[in-house]
């Protein structure tokens, strides 16, 4: 299988996977809305890196443009679909929820319909850990329930998981969800994290962090979650013989559907982070400590031994390393060295 169609291939993670499976020798057709929820520039310039790439094409048109993103999958003929666009953010989910509601659910459905039509070969999406809402038992496991999410953007993710697992079974697409943990790394998006406090300790102004601090993540350096998606490309579910699944795998019961972690399989405690960031930096923070956001979790953690089993993956970048590089892009693409 080596024609992906990737969608959000202007944004964060699609970026890097596009950039990933090219250096692959994979055929890739990319599809972007490129909107403005963040700087349209960093957009434009993700897109013009992969266009120099002549086994790299690309379409611009919104997800919830079923026409045009027909148009694109019946052209193209993927061999697999890896639907990474969305409307991002949990925060700005409380201000917007619309946006989330036609790119996270109309825009999904639109992409699972396409998927059908062609009879593709393999349907991964991105979900999100936010679905394990207010979970407390740690660390998250596929197989855990998900009924208590906590946002609009959580909602609409764990709403793909189910119409994708409707659709696996009525159309027997196989179809691979897998949840990212707190993805970092270069080329992230303005709104993360790591973005802003970077952004914020070198301009001198004052960085926000909640619940005073007292914060973990499963803090996932870029590319290893690209690796484990590559990985995951040929690792298809399968609907079981008589519904017997294997112990400890999310696959359905009922349909060639499974979710999967994709995290570093550790946890960091958020003020760590931060030392990280003044270190690599050599200047301190102003903080500006404040209590948890509505919605907001104190901590993820995800559990990985199903994506390990399944494709051998194991995270390599520690997070020291992952901010270190991240601020080396920054400082260089905003001419700040």
């Known amino acids: ?16 996977l596009a950039k990933l499976l090219l250096k692959e020798n994979f055929y890739i057709h990319g599809y972007d809305g490129m909107t403005d929820y963040y700087d349209v520039n960093l957009k434009k310039k993700r897109n013009e890196i992969l266009l120099q790439n002549s086994k790299f094409t690309m379409t611009e048109g919104m997800l919830e443009d079923s026409v045009k993103l027909d148009s694109a999958v019946m052209k193209f003929k993927p061999d697999v679909i890896v639907h990474l666009a969305a409307q991002a953010g949990v925060r700005y989910s409380l201000e917007n929820p619309r946006a989330y509601i036609n790119s996270n659910i109309i825009g999904t459905f639109n992409v699972m319909e396409a998927a059908k039509r062609i009879k593709i070969k393999h349907l991964l999406m991105a979900s999100t850990s936010s679905v ?7 660390p998250f496991v596929e197989t855990d ?8 953007y959580a909602a609409t993710k764990k709403a793909n998981e189910n119409l994708a697992h409707s659709y696996a079974h009525l159309w027997n697409i196989p179809t ?23 952004k914020g300790i070198i301009e001198d102004n004052p960085i926000d962090i909640y619940n005073k601090g007292e914060m973990s993540r499963d803090f996932t350096y870029v590319d290893d979650v690209v690796q484990g998606i590559k990985l995951l490309i040929t690792s298809i579910p399968n609907r079981p013989d008589n519904g017997i699944v294997p112990i400890k795998d999310s696959l359905s019961p009922v349909a060639p559907f499974r979710v999967v972690n994709i995290g570093n399989s550790s946890k960091v405690k958020l003020l760590d982070f931060i030392n990280a960031i003044e270190k690599k930096l050599g200047k301190r923070a102003v903080r500006n400590y404040l209590p948890m956001q509505t919605g907001d979790v104190p901590e993820t953690w995800a559990e990985t031994s199903l994506l390990q089993t399944l494709t051998g993956y194991k995270s390599k970048i520690k997070f020291q390393d992952g901010i270190s590089n991240f601020i080396d892009w920054y400082l260089e693409y905003y001419n700040k060295k």
């Not at 299988?1 to 890097?16: D, E, P, V």
């Not at 329930?145 to 609009?152: D, M, P, R």
């Not at 691979?176 to 970077?198: I, Q």
């Open 1 to 16: 299988m080596k024609k992906a169609l990737i969608t959000g291939t202007a944004g964060f993670i699609g970026f890097h």
């Open 132 to 138: 394990y809402g207010a979970n407390e038992q740690m």
């Open 145 to 152: 329930k998900t009924e208590t999410q906590l946002t609009i």
């Open 176 to 198: 691979t969800m897998f949840r990212f943990f707190t993805v970092y790394g270069p080329w992230g998006r303005p709104d993360m994290a790591l973005y802003k406090f970077v």
